[in-house]
Structure formats: C-alpha cells, structure tokens
C-alpha cells in the first residue's frame, strides 16, 4: 500500500507540474532572483541595520525601478532605432537573398539549398478552347512525361491552375519559420494579464525569499527524516549558493554585453545599434544559444550597407564573446560551478523542447543545482569520490 500511494503520489505530482507547468518555471525565476536579493540584503546589512523585509523590497522595487527608468530615459532614441529596424531588417534579408544567388553555384548557394528567391512567372494555364472550334494535335499529349515529372515533383507548390508556384523567397521563408517559433516558444505571452501576472509573481518571490530564507531553509529540512537533514542542509545551501553565484554573474555579464555591444555597433557604423545592444543585453541570459540569437540581426543590419560590414559585424561579436568566456566569466565567477558546454547544450535543447522559452530560461540553473546534488549525493555520499562541488572556494568557505 505505501508503495502503490507513493508511486500514484510521484504521478499526479507530475502531472501537476506538467499542467502548471508555466506556474512552477515563472515560481522557480522568482526563487533565484530571490536568492540573489537574499546576498544583496546580507551585504547591504552588514553596514546599514534595517530590517531584512524592507531592504529586500527596497532592493527589488529600486532595480525595477531603475531598469523602468533605463527605457524612460533612452525611450526616444530606442522607438526611433527600433522604428528603423523594423523597416531596414526586411532589406537586409532581401540583400542577403540577393547576394546568396550571386552565388548559387556555389558552397554557400548549396548550403541554403537552392533558389530561394527569384521571381521567377509561373507557367500560364492551357485557356479551354472556344466552342465549336477542333482542338490541333488533339491526339498528342499535352506535354511529355518528363515535363509532367518535374511538373510533379513533391516540394514544388502549384497554382490553382496547375502552374508551379514561384518559390518562396528567404524573407518568407525566415518568417514562416518565426512565426511556427514564436507560437511554440512564446505562448505563453498570449495574453498581457498572464504576462503581468508573472512579472507580479517573480517580484514578490524575490522579496519575500530575500527577507526571510531561514524560512523556507527550515521549512524544507522538516520533510528530511532526522539522520539525513544535516546532510540535507549541506546540499541546499550548497545549491543556493551555486544559483546565486551563476545569477549575479549573468547579471552583470548582461549589463557589460549590451554596453559593449552597443559602443562597437556604433564604431561600426551599423544602424540602429542602441536596440541591438540591448537584444544583445537580454539575450545574454542565456548562455551559449543567447549570443547566436543577438548576433543574427546585427549581421543582418550590417549587410544592409555591405556584405564587408556584416563580415565586420560577425567579427566583433566573435571578439566580444571570446572577451567575455576568457575574462569577465572568470573574473566574475571565481567560485562556480562547472558547467560542461555540451552538456549545457542539451540541458538547454531538452528544456525547449519539453517547456518551450521559459524551459529555456531555467535550463542552465537548473542544471547547476542538479549537477551540485549529483555531486554531493551521489559521487561523494555512494561513489565515494572526494569531487569539489565548486571550481574554486576561498579561504572564508
């Protein structure tokens, strides 16, 4: 009977989760950022004494605050910019379309598989003939089987009179492909309230995990049996500090990324570098495929002036990256957790797969805790391997 009411227990949790699923991932971001405003609070106490409620919400409130202030401020140069992307992208991929079948006979024509965007006149359908009138060659076949063959070869759309269709552009094809993406990935923001229910959401867990975590800590240790909370203890606090480390890290790394980027978009000549920048900024929060993202359409906007500034473009971000995994990641991030980049990678591809953009989100920390708890309860505890959790600890630690 426990055996049966824990397994039928283990299910409908799961089904719980995977039903409100958006809930519990929109629950877990409120979580790590409240672990962050937990460490801001410890260290603002330690100079100024105040109470912990009040200077988390002073915390949270005040960055809100400030990054609503950020897009006040920069609000016109940001809608003029964003107004010019808009309307220079859409060239900018027709120059790429161009300049691919420039060189369709190439590498680079057989990797994008083909014409994808000559006009070329659809084949006009046979007119019926006139009433009373003889058909010539009436007894040849209207075309031959070759001809008939290509006609209906499977890939190539055709007309409501039996004409091929002309092929799809690459900017049809780009948002065609968005569009399927952004019902899958972004469903979630369907409706504004659900959107300003989950900011609400994260905001309130970040205040209430940064004032008071002993609670919560305590709460937890209390499903532990006895023997085992000490050991429970260690692996929380081991996985919040780990989740901690990594959010502060990204945050300043988003902050820096979109600064440089934006300055080098700018030296660059490259149009509306402000709003790239802050793409870049945002998408920095995810690591490794964030980057790919944020770059793709400033190599698009660099080729609306020439194919040597996108060339440019996809140098600088190279750089900037490279700048960012040798320096500033490990400067920032001294003590961490090591994340395998493959392993990241597929962490990152199973999580969009199953939860879509918030999973996205949430691969990476939850890979981190994961991985300390695999560390810690299993090599240490069963295997007997005496791993460090942390690349590197201090003295204090």
Known sequence: MRAAAAVI??????????????????????????????????????????PRGLLAAIIVLGSAGAIVEFFVVSGPVLATQSRELRTKLPEAIDKI????????????????????????????????????????????????DSALAAANQPGQPQTAGGAQAPPQTLRERILGQLAGLSRYFFGFVSSTISVVAGLILILVLSIYVGADPDTYHDGLMLLFPRPWRKRGGEVLTAISVALRKWLVTQLI???????????????????????????????????????????????????????????????????IQQMENYLLIPFLMREGVD???????????????????LGLLCAVPALAATMVAVKML???????EPVEVFEELDDDD
Do not use: C, H
């Open 9 to 50: 227990a283990m299910y409908l949790l799961i089904r719980l989760i995977w039903v409100a699923q958006t809930v519990f991932l929109t629950a877990f971001l409120g979580i790590l950022f409240g672990l962050a405003v937990s460490a801001g609070v410890d260290w603002v106490r330690a100079r100024i004494r105040l």
């Open 97 to 144: 379309d161009t300049w691919l079948q420039a060189r369709q006979g190439g590498f680079l024509g057989s990797l994008v598989g083909g014409r994808s965007g000559s006009s070329t006149t659809a084949t006009p359908a046979t007119a019926p003939p006139e009433p009373g009138r003889a058909i010539p060659n009436a007894s040849r076949p209207p075309a031959s």
């Open 339 to 357: 994340l395998p980049p493959a392993l990241t990678i597929i962490a990152q591809a199973l999580m969009a797969l199953i939860f879509g953009f």
């Open 253 to 319: 790394a988003m902050v820096v990324i979109g600064i440089v980027s934006t300055v080098v978009l700018l030296i660059l000549g490259v149009k509306a570098a402000v709003p790239l920048g802050v793409i870049a900024g945002l998408l920095e929060f995810i690591p490794t495929v964030g980057p790919i993202l944020s770059a793709l359409p400033a190599v698009a906007m660099g080729f609306v002036d020439s194919p040597e500034k996108a060339l440019a473009v996809v140098i600088a971000y190279i750089a």
């Open 378 to 384: 299993y090599v240490q505890d069963v295997v007997g």
